[in-house]
């Protein structure tokens, strides 16, 4: 049993064999995929919330990335909670910051808290996107969820529909670079730490130190695909069957097999989720 936390099956690079790729992802035995609409795209959303209804084990989740923020109307955020009456709606996301890029870090911290409150209202995790801004989004997660700055200390973790309020925001750490430290500071809220393709690549050593280090019980393996494919496959477009080689790897990481694995992510996307097994 395998799931896929992170995918944009909206994306044009599979007009062509859309199903075809769900199929492939059946057969690989993916149990469960996450699609990530774009919020400020009705056809990302439109696209993504019709697979969901069209395809067993596939869920969806909707929101304004840090890339998009400039382009952010209230209108979007006025829609969140009509997205989230759809039972296949599982998250806020993806959102966060990035300062890889030039995009205005204000603009951006205002629209990852708007979408931050409204996921706490809605009762729904929240999908973080982070390049080079883990100082900031550390920060903002705390005061979001009126905790002090943790280290390593971890909460017991409930399903979303029962932690957001008061506790705070809670869910995915969508592509994880951040640090050991940062991944256990965040554990502590009450996220899980998703990994993609990447962790498989040759120069990867220090993130795949990261991984060893984190409990596997908040563990959760994506492909962000059509992006970052895994070893072998880098450099072809990538999909959710890819999700294989990224567990594969988590697996070789704690000492476990593959299947064992894959199972435990699994887990911790129902524990996160609410799903049943």
Not at 4 to 22: P, Q, Y
Not at 242 to 258: C, I, M, P, S, Y
Request: aromatic letters at 8%; proline letters at 6%; glycine letters at 6%.
């Amino acid at each position: 049993m395998y799931i896929d936390s992170h995918a944009h099956l909206d994306a044009v690079d599979f007009d062509a064999d859309r199903d075809a790729v769900i199929a492939r992802a059946h057969d690989a035995g993916l149990r469960y995929i996450l699609l990530i609409a774009d919020l400020a795209k009705p056809e990302s959303v439109e696209r993504s919330r019709d697979l969901a209804k069209r395809h067993d084990g596939i869920y969806w989740a909707a929101g304004i990335d840090p890339h998009q923020s400039s382009h952010a109307l209230h209108e979007h955020f006025e829609t969140l909670p009509l997205l989230a009456a759809d039972p296949k709606f599982l998250a806020v996301g993806e959102i966060g910051l990035d300062y890889f890029y030039d995009y205005p870090r204000d603009v951006q911290a205002h629209v990852f808290t708007k979408q931050i409150e409204i996921a706490r209202e809605l009762r729904r995790p929240i999908i973080i996107h982070c390049r080079d801004a883990w100082s900031d989004l550390r920060r903002i997660l705390h005061e979001q969820s009126g905790a002090v700055p943790r280290g390593a200390e971890q909460t017991p973790v409930q399903p979303f529909r029962d932690q957001f309020a008061p506790a705070g925001p809670s869910g995915i750490l969508h592509c994880f670079t951040g640090t050991v430290d940062d991944a256990l500071d965040l554990i502590g809220l009450g996220f899980y730490v998703s990994f993609a393709g990447n962790l498989t690549y040759k120069k990867s050593e220090e993130l795949r130190a990261v991984a060893r280090a984190l409990p596997a019980d908040r563990l959760l393996a994506e492909t962000d695909c059509p992006y970052l494919a895994p070893l072998p496959y880098r450099g072809r477009r990538n999909e959710p069957a890819f999700v294989r080689e990224t567990t594969r790897q988590l697996a070789a990481l704690h000492g476990r097999n593959e299947e064992d694995m894959g199972r435990q992510l699994a887990e911790n996307f129902l524990r996160l989720s609410g799903l049943a097994l």
